[in-house]
């Protein structure tokens, strides 16, 4: 079965740095999502990009898909305090079933 | 901006015991799901449901889960006899339409002793 799976577990910056998150998958997908989950709080959608796009933004985030090595990078520009968070990336499964499968997460923290 | 609402936030049980969440997705949404997190752990699937029918379900749903949609608004998950390893937080989700953005409600942290 497909699986996300994000690299670091863990990273920790200073504000004002940029934060790379790694996300890599077994199996073919229509999308990848990255969601940010506060310490014990709710998921919060952040970017879907679709299997035939290749990079999409939204303010600081940076998204980059590549279908061909199965990995997905989520890059947070200029990081906040406000920043300190885990990200989970999910995908879909292409043939179908509507389920998205988390991976384990990257922790970030930006230190003031 | 429209939001997926759960309740309660927190949940003690006895283990044995009947527990219902409750989630009010948002009204445009059509398909719906349950997710839980165990604590330190990643986001599993539990069930997504679509016209009043459970589409796909993981083998963590077994015959102890229930889903419903009793009327226009609520969506809600059972667990009719609690168990000491369904202590989680579970997450109700919604999207317009299949392999969209699923939108996430709060969570209900429940916890079985």
């Known amino acids: 079965s497909q699986q996300g799976e994000e690299d670091p577990q863990a990273l920790s910056i200073q504000e004002g740095e940029n934060a790379t998150m790694n996300c890599s998958y077994k199996?073919?997908?229509?999308?990848l999502q990255w969601y940010r989950q506060n310490s014990g709080r709710g998921l919060v959608h952040l970017i879907l990009?679709?299997?035939?796009?290749r990079e999409k933004h939204s303010g600081r985030l940076r998204v980059t898909l590549d279908t061909s090595k199965k990995s997905s990078s989520l890059l947070i520009t200029a990081s906040r305090a406000a920043d300190t968070a885990s990200y989970f990336c999910?995908?879909?499964?292409?043939?179908?079933?509507?389920?998205?499968?988390f991976g384990q997460g990257t922790r970030l923290t930006i230190n003031p | 901006e429209p939001e997926v609402t759960q309740t309660p936030s927190h949940q003690v049980t006895q283990m044995g015991q009947e527990v219902i969440l409750r989630c009010v997705p948002i009204s445009n949404h059509l398909y719906f799901y349950w997710y839980r997190q165990i604590l330190g752990q990643k986001v599993e699937f539990l069930v997504s449901f679509y016209n009043n029918e459970i589409s796909e379900k993981s083998e963590i749903f077994d015959d102890q889960f229930s889903v419903e949609r009793p009327d226009g608004s609520n969506f809600t998950l059972k667990i009719r006899s609690t168990k000491l390893e369904d202590s989680a937080m579970y997450f109700c989700?919604?999207?317009?339409?299949?392999?969209?953005?699923?939108?996430f409600g709060p969570g209900t942290r429940l916890l079985v002793l």
């Open positions: 199996t073919s997908i229509n999308n």
């Open positions: 989700a919604g999207a317009s339409t299949p392999r969209e953005t699923q939108y």
């Open positions: 999910a995908t879909d499964d292409w043939e179908g079933a509507q389920k998205l499968v």
């Open positions: 990009i679709r299997s035939n796009e």
